[in-house]
């Protein structure tokens, strides 16, 4: 899966497209950005890649971390499984 889709010139960034610039830009490795969120490096990668919906749980803690309201991730992801879920209708559609 990717953290990004294109689809009808409408174009979704998964919350994990955002965790990994946010990740690349601080001056945190990544060792130490999964301790300070309390989660797995492989929940990270998972998230990252797009493999993972946030949970609320997640959208929470980044909130806490970050500085940011739980909304502005939670939003994230509805826009990319609105899109996700308009292509995916589209798809079966189309192979009717």
């Known amino acids: 899966m990717s953290n990004t889709i ?3 010139d409408k174009m979704a960034f998964h919350p ?3 965790l990994e610039e946010l990740l690349e830009e ?3 490795t990544q060792e130490d950005f999964v301790k300070r969120l309390g989660i797995t490096e492989e929940d990270l990668r998972l998230l990252v890649s797009g493999e993972q919906s946030l949970s609320i749980e997640m959208a929470s803690k980044l909130s806490r971390m970050l500085g940011t309201s739980v909304e502005y991730w939670l939003n994230l992801q509805h ?3 609105t899109i996700t879920a308009e292509f995916a209708s589209d798809q ?3 192979s009717d």
Do not use: H, W
Request: without cysteine; glycine residues 6%.
């Open 16 to 18: 994990g497209y955002y």
């Open 79 to 81: 826009a990319f499984d």
């Open 6 to 8: 294109t689809y009808n």
């Open 92 to 94: 079966e559609l189309i």
């Open 26 to 28: 601080s001056e945190l």
